[in-house]
């Protein structure tokens, strides 16, 4: 990237859009209803509209070191509360990736400063789930199943608002776990059965 050419690239674009649907500006500044929120990693590799091939309005995002949802975290809990109250979204999507660097720095011992407390969320989600991954002796694999877990207990995050439970209660929000593979490029769908992690927890987190 050239970042010198950004306002050229920008006039192409608007003129490729244009050129398409010449009221494509006039129609997106009438408002949104994007389907989906996506919450994903701040990754420069990790595009949300572009790897899941959505265009300007399609999708909500909110982009963190390693997709987080944190309770306490002001910005990502107003992006779900705006994205599910307001825009009623029918979707939430958390989406991580293999090889975060997030989720690595979360792996090893050194101390980053003020990323500390960031990443000791995700340390957290490695002791919830020690006994698994403490199994897995290729540390590859390890890193990569981290990932997935770490986008599990996010969504589970995701849950526990009162936001979220009373969408799901009152109309059709469904909440997926994505992983993107960067090696491949492909976006995975961890398939997370919800109900069955939920099962003996959800009473210590409903919300009513
Ligand atoms: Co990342």
């Known amino acids: 990237m050239n970042f010198i ?9 608007v003129a490729d859009k244009l050129d398409k649907d010449e009221n494509y500006f006039s129609n997106l500044s009438k408002g949104q209803n994007p389907e989906l929120l996506y919450i994903g990693c701040s990754d420069s590799r990790v595009t ?9 309005g399609d999708a909500f995002v909110h982009r963190n070191i390693a997709n987080m949802v944190i309770n306490i975290d002001l910005n990502t809990m107003s992006v779900v509360e705006y994205a599910v109250k307001h825009l009623e979204v029918k979707h939430v ?8 660097g997030g989720v690595k720095a979360a792996m090893q011992s050194a101390d980053l400063g003020v990323l500390n407390p960031w990443l000791r969320n995700i340390r957290d989600v490695y002791r919830l789930h020690q006994d698994e991954l403490d199994t ?3 540390e590859e694999s390890r890193y990569k199943r ?5 986008v599990q207990e996010q969504c ?4 526990k608002t ?3 439970q009373k969408a799901i209660r009152e109309r059709d929000l469904t909440i997926h776990g994505w992983v993107f593979d960067i090696h491949t490029g492909k976006l995975i769908d961890l398939n997370i ?3 069955e992690i939920l099962k003996d927890i959800m009473k210590i987190y409903t919300l009513k």
């Open 5 to 13: 050419n950004v306002f050229e690239n920008n006039k192409k674009w």
């Open 48 to 56: 949300a509209e572009d790897l899941m091939g959505v265009q300007p």
């Open 93 to 100: 999507v958390v989406c991580g990736h293999y090889y975060c």
């Open 136 to 138: 897995i002796t290729d």
């Open 146 to 150: 981290l990932v997935e877990l770490n």
């Open 156 to 159: 589970v995050n995701v849950i």
């Open 162 to 164: 009162a936001v979220v």
């Open 193 to 195: 059965d919800f109900k």
